[in-house]
């Protein structure tokens, strides 16, 4: 079976048509299951680090990030249906017959799922007890380097594992390190 979109119409074949749209439609359920699957790593990995909070706030992320990526698919299914207009004039062209998969729709789809799929592992490796640098922390860390400069920012760094080091010799936890 051809891929073609545009050829399908022209010749009026609704079944194959709709084959073809249900390939793309199953592509996009397919990130909306690996957009799910991350957003539950997700929030085991900030159970398994004592910040999970139960709010919508993931789950409006997650949400939005898929929309993202079925405006992106859409872009794509849009190119694809263009490119595919390319495949009509392959008899005279070879390397245009190429233009009858949904090359634009593939790639992206596979970029897509690769990176879900990173993000499931880097929250394994999260719930398995990886630092976890929040937003807020990095942006105090950003401001912190414009502040002091990274002289400055080394220098508290080494001041902060002295105190560490000495703590963990002597044993002691003053009761305002307690409170963390």
Not at 135 to 162: F, H, M, P
Request: glycine share 4%; aromatic share 12%; hydrophobic share 45%.
């Amino acid at each position: 079976m051809e891929l073609l979109f545009v050829k399908s119409i022209l010749n009026q074949d609704w079944y194959t048509l709709a084959v073809k749209l249900g390939y793309q439609a199953l592509a996009w359920v397919i990130i909306l299951i690996a957009c799910f699957v991350d957003l539950r790593t997700g929030m085991n990995a900030s159970k398994a680090h004592g910040v999970f909070k139960t709010n919508s706030y993931g789950l409006r992320k997650t949400l939005k990030k898929y929309k993202d990526y079925m405006d992106v698919m859409l872009m794509a299914f849009l190119c694809d249906v263009f490119l595919s207009i390319f495949y009509v004039r392959g008899d005279d062209f070879s390397i245009l017959k190429i233009f009858d998969l949904p090359l634009v729709t593939i790639i992206l789809f596979i970029y897509t799922i690769t990176t879900e799929f990173i993000s499931v592992l880097e929250n394994k490796r999260k719930e398995k007890g990886a630092p976890v640098y929040t937003q807020k922390a990095i942006d105090a860390i950003n401001e912190l380097t414009k502040v002091i400069g990274i002289d400055g920012v080394e220098k508290l760094s080494d001041l902060i594992k002295k105190k560490n080091d000495i703590n963990n010799k002597t044993g002691e936890v003053k009761d305002e390190d307690k409170s963390d």
